[in-house]
């Protein structure tokens, strides 16, 4: 029998203690705790269910794309004063592989290394990498193309879709940008775990985009799991994540982003870290996919255990208005990422995530909107 509690753990004893950084830490701390680990949490919103799942949390501010340097590193050396058994993280890093080296240089790093991150992040290396594997992909260029219609503008190192502009929409791209013709399908997303030789697929997602009206027609807006794709696309789909796994050494947890039209893929991205649509899937056996992660960064490659029947969702409800969340706001049990009492959310900020179970993808899909409508009307009453 597998045994998942952590490595050092015993009876009596303290659990291993990690520092976990991402931009929202939620579903990776209290997967974490639940694994086993004493998690010492670092994101950007301070969320009352974090707080509630880490032995300690830090609020880390966050600036173009990415954690503020200088800020993150203070924080990361107060946290290390004590003796931790490693660093894992979500997003924040993109933009600045070389603050994740940093951290490399000071504590065992559980996820991938900076320079595979720093690789599959660079448009102008991920992209010609994509090509010598025989991965199809969306066009791409960096120079302006002639007919802007039916091209976009991505950010080299973005998350989170907020950095990608239809290139009609946008007037003046900025130094670090590129072209990529728009792809039609549906847009899938793969999670996955490996050795750096290997990959098990974890399950597929459809994602959602969450247009506002400050140009961001592209902003992530939630995913649901479990979705059921053609024989021939899933296959088609783990070759690829297999190519780029033996290609770049990926480990841990990671998931590649994709657009599907019919039976042709084609590859958006990869995020070579922990990502939303973790949050997603549950491995019914003892390990809790954390765990996995943990494992599958060390080269141990256990076999996945079956996923929870059923599917999953998540949706973020970003404020369309200006609101300060009172203490009396009664939540319900189908929410996260709660905000602290009192606290003001700017417009087009995220207020919280929204979950929900069913038994199929559409099921679930259905009533995690239906809940964020409710939601949404609910908050009305904290308008400023």
């Known amino acids: 029998m597998i045994s998942c509690r952590p490595s050092k753990w015993r009876a009596g004893i303290s659990a291993n203690r990690i520092l ?25 919103f301070n969320d009352m269910d974090t707080r509630a799942a880490a032995a300690e949390h830090r609020r880390i501010r966050f600036a173009d794309g990415g954690f503020e340097a200088e800020d993150f590193w203070q924080q990361f050396c107060d946290a290390g004063l004590r003796p931790v058994d ?23 790093l559980l996820g991938n290394k900076p320079e595979v991150l720093a690789l599959l992040k660079d448009p102008r290396r991920f992209f010609p990498l994509l090509d010598s594997l025989g991965i199809d992909h969306p066009q791409v260029r960096f120079a302006p193309p002639v007919e802007s219609q039916e091209w976009l503008v991505k950010s080299g190192g973005g998350s989170g879709g907020v950095h990608v502009r239809r290139m009609s929409d946008d007037t003046a791209p900025a130094a670090g940008r590129y072209f ?28 959602w985009v969450a247009p506002d009206d400050a140009g961001m027609p592209f902003r992530y807006g939630g995913a649901v799991s479990n979705i059921v794709l053609p024989a021939a696309v899933a296959a088609r ?10 290609a770049t050494g990926l480990r841990g947890s990671n998931s590649l982003d994709c657009m599907v039209e019919g ?32 494992r599958a960064c060390k080269g141990q490659l256990d076999p996945l255990p079956p996923i929870a029947r059923g599917a999953k969702a998540h949706r973020i409800v970003y404020a369309k208005h200006d609101i300060e969340i009172s203490a009396g706001m009664d939540w319900p049990a189908w929410a996260a990422d709660l905000p602290p009492p009192n606290n003001k959310i700017n417009k087009n900020e995220p207020v919280c995530t929204v979950m929900a179970s069913a038994a199929t993808a559409d099921q679930a899909a ?10 949404e009307r609910a908050l009305n009453s904290f308008l400023n």
């Not at 660093?87 to 951290?103: D, H, N, W």
């Not at 893929?265 to 996995?292: H, K, W």
């Open 263 to 294: 039976e042709m893929v084609r590859v958006l991205e990869v995020n070579p870290r922990l990502s939303a649509t973790f949050d997603l899937y549950q491995p019914t056996g003892p390990c809790n996919l954390f765990e996995l992660h943990v």
């Open 86 to 108: 490693g660093f894992v993280y979500g997003s924040g890093f993109e933009t600045q592989p070389e603050l994740l080296a940093r951290v490399a240089d000071r504590c065992l």
């Open 366 to 375: 259905a009533l995690v909107h239906a809940r964020a409508s409710q939601l």
């Open 180 to 207: 990529q013709r728009l792809a039609a399908g549906r847009p899938v997303s793969v999670l996955f775990l490996a050795d750096g030789k290997e990959a098990q697929i974890v399950g597929y997602s459809e994602q």
């Open 237 to 246: 789909i783990a070759q690829s994540v297999a190519r780029l796994v033996e």
């Open 20 to 44: 976990l950084a991402a931009v929202s830490a939620r579903p990776f701390v209290r997967a974490a705790a639940d694994a086993g680990y004493e998690v010492v949490a670092f994101d950007i």
